[in-house]
């Protein structure tokens, strides 16, 4: 089920044959009803996963901007032990970040066993807004893709899940949810007049996107492109293949120490 939206690794990826609108079926409440349900599950794997501290989790999330990663992560992680995970935003590289390869600051946020990481944004910015506004020449970003996938292979063979999540939403939508973000009060504060010349790039970062989505789908760190227009559908199906995961993963507590049975506390 949580496997409906990973392309066939290999395959061409032509994200006009995703619809963002799609909500599978569902209708919001039983949605909602069916997240939250999914959400119990989470909690009660994550503790698990915690006391066990021997694998790790990485959730990446890539979007243009509006596109719902901020609020996936306040939704999905609701309820979860904020003790057992870490969310890393990658912003523009410092001058420190850009004086090193660029996967130097990516590495050192990678969740540590027993931990969930969340990446806001990643490493496929190298893909990304590096290459559609050439900050880097095409010679270099080219090569980025081997390196990722190379990287991945590195964590995944270190006992970390990866998964990466591109929250996919129109453009039309992404009108709405910046003019949104002009009119409230509340959310003006998130709108940046920088974002609109990267909507005037959108079939640039499509493209880009399409690419790394081809390039960068490995059995062991699988892209799912999520249908993000409806935020209610976008939150169930990142919960749901977060939650598919862990169970497979199938954290165990540890064995208490032997001899527990007949220990009295002492007053
Ligand atoms: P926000 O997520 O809205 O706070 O914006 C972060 C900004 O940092 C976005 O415009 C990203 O494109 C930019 N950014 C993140 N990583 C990189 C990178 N590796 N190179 C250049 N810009 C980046
Ligand atoms: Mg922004």
């Not at 590289?93 to 990643?122: C, M, Y």
């Not at 005037?200 to 996107?209: H, L, V």
């Not at 059995?219 to 169970?247: F, G, M, S």
Request: proline share 6%; net charge negative; with cysteine.
């Amino acid at each position: 089920m949580g496997q409906q939206y990973i392309p066939k690794p290999g395959s061409k990826v032509d994200l006009s044959d995703y619809d963002p609108d799609d909500h599978g079926g569902y209708e919001k409440e039983a949605a909602i009803a069916e997240t939250d349900r999914l959400q119990e599950k989470l909690i009660a794997l994550q503790e698990k996963l915690y006391a066990e501290s021997k694998q790790s989790l990485l959730v990446v999330l890539q979007a243009m901007d509006t596109g719902g990663k901020d609020g996936t992560i306040k939704k999905v992680f609701e309820g979860v032990n904020p003790l057992g995970v870490r969310v890393a935003s990658f912003k523009v590289p410092t001058p420190d970040e850009l004086a090193r390869d660029f996967l130097w600051r990516v590495h050192q946020q990678v969740p540590p066993k027993g931990f969930i990481g969340i990446f806001n944004r990643s490493h496929y910015e190298e893909v990304l807004v590096v290459r559609v506004n050439g900050l880097k020449p095409e010679a270099v970003w080219k090569r980025h893709y081997d390196h990722i996938n190379q990287f991945e292979r590195l964590l995944a063979d270190s006992g970390t899940r990866i998964l990466k999540f591109y929250l996919h939403i129109s453009k039309d939508e992404q009108k709405e949810r910046l003019q949104a973000r002009l009119d409230d009060p509340e959310k003006r504060w998130k709108f940046s007049l920088g974002d609109l010349p990267v909507r005037e790039k959108w079939t640039d970062y499509m493209q880009a996107y399409e690419e790394l989505l081809e390039r960068c789908n490995t059995e062991y760190a699988p892209w799912h492109i999520v249908p993000a227009n409806r935020k209610w559908y976008r939150d169930l199906v990142v919960t749901r293949a977060i939650v598919e995961t862990v169970e497979a993963m199938n954290p165990q507590f540890p064995q208490p120490e032997e001899g527990l049975d007949t220990v009295v506390i002492p007053d």
